[in-house]
C-alpha cells in the first residue's frame, strides 16, 4: 500500500530565509507527487507536481521540489519565505500502478509552516 | 474559471440524525471525488466517480454513509445516521481525468465542516 510521511508538524521560519518541508513517500510502481497547500476554510490549492522528466520542479508562488528516487523523498523548497506563506502544506502520492478500481491519491498528516517577521 | 462549489458551508446535527452535502465540479471535468478531512490528519478518499460510475469506493462506510453522481454532473454524499466520528470537514474535488490512471492535479471546493453532537 501506498503511504507519504511529513515528519515535522510544523515549520518555523524566519521572513527572507529559505525553507523546506520535508516529504518521503513509498509506492508499488512509478511515484505521481504533489504539494497542496490549505489556508484556513479553505479548500486545498494546488503547488504543483512530479510526474516525470526533470528532478527539479516549479510551481506557484516561487515554490519548488526536488524528486529524489533513490531517497523516496520530494522536498518542497522556497528560496525566500514570505509571511503569507504561512499555512498547512500537503504532501501527496498516487501510484502509477492501477490497483483494483483506480490509483487514489494519498495525503500526508501536513505541516504547518509559520514564516515569521 | 468558477472553481469548485459545495454547500452548506456548516452544518451541526445531532448524532443519529442524517446530512448531505452537495458538489458542483468544474465544467468538463469528467473525474469527481468526496474526501473527508479529520482534524489534524490530510484528507482522505471516501469516493471517487468518473463521469456518472463509481471507480472507488473502498474506503466509503457504506452502512451510512451513500453518493451518487447522476448525469456525471453534480454529485452528493449523505451520511445516515451521523456519528459523533463523523465529525470533519467534507471536501469535494475534481480533475480533467479520463482514464483508469490518474496524474492530473485536483481542483478542491472549500469543503463543509459538520459537527456532530
Known amino acids: 500500500a501506498q503511504s507519504v510521511a511529513q515528519p515535522e508538524d510544523q515549520v518555523n521560519v524566519a521572513e527572507g530565509n529559505p525553507l523546506t518541508v520535508k516529504c518521503t513517500y513509498s509506492v508499488s510502481g512509478n511515484p505521481y507527487l504533489f504539494w497542496y497547500v490549505q489556508y484556513p476554510n479553505r479548500g486545498l490549492q494546488f503547488l504543483l507536481k512530479y510526474i516525470t522528466g526533470d528532478n527539479l520542479v516549479k510551481g506557484s508562488y516561487g515554490f519548488e521540489a526536488e524528486f529524489n528516487k533513490s531517497q523516496t523523498s520530494f522536498h518542497l523548497k522556497k528560496p525566500s519565505a514570505l509571511v503569507s506563506d504561512s499555512a498547512l502544506y500537503f504532501c501527496?502520492?498516487?501510484?502509477?500502478?492501477?490497483?483494483?478500481?483506480?490509483?487514489?491519491?494519498?495525503f500526508g498528516t501536513g505541516t504547518q509552516l509559520k514564516v515569521e517577521l | 474559471e468558477a472553481g469548485v462549489a459545495q454547500s452548506p458551508r456548516y452544518k451541526i446535527i445531532e448524532k443519529r440524525q442524517s446530512v448531505a452535502f452537495w458538489c458542483n465540479p468544474i465544467?468538463?471535468?469528467?473525474?469527481l471525488y468526496w474526501y473527508q478531512q479529520i482534524l489534524g490528519q490530510g484528507p482522505k478518499l471516501l469516493i471517487q466517480f468518473q463521469n456518472n460510475g463509481v471507480v472507488d469506493d473502498s474506503q466509503l462506510p457504506k452502512d451510512r454513509f451513500s453518493a451518487e453522481r447522476l448525469k456525471g454532473v453534480d454529485s452528493t454524499l449523505k451520511i445516515q445516521p451521523a456519528k459523533l466520528e463523523d465529525s470533519a470537514v467534507y471536501l469535494c474535488a475534481s480533475s480533467l481525468e479520463r482514464g483508469k490512471i490518474s496524474y492530473n492535479e485536483q481542483f478542491f471546493g472549500p469543503g463543509t465542516r459538520l459537527t456532530v453532537l
Open positions: 465544467s468538463g471535468h469528467a473525474t
Open positions: 501527496a502520492v498516487r501510484d502509477g500502478v492501477l490497483t483494483g478500481g483506480g490509483n487514489k491519491l494519498t
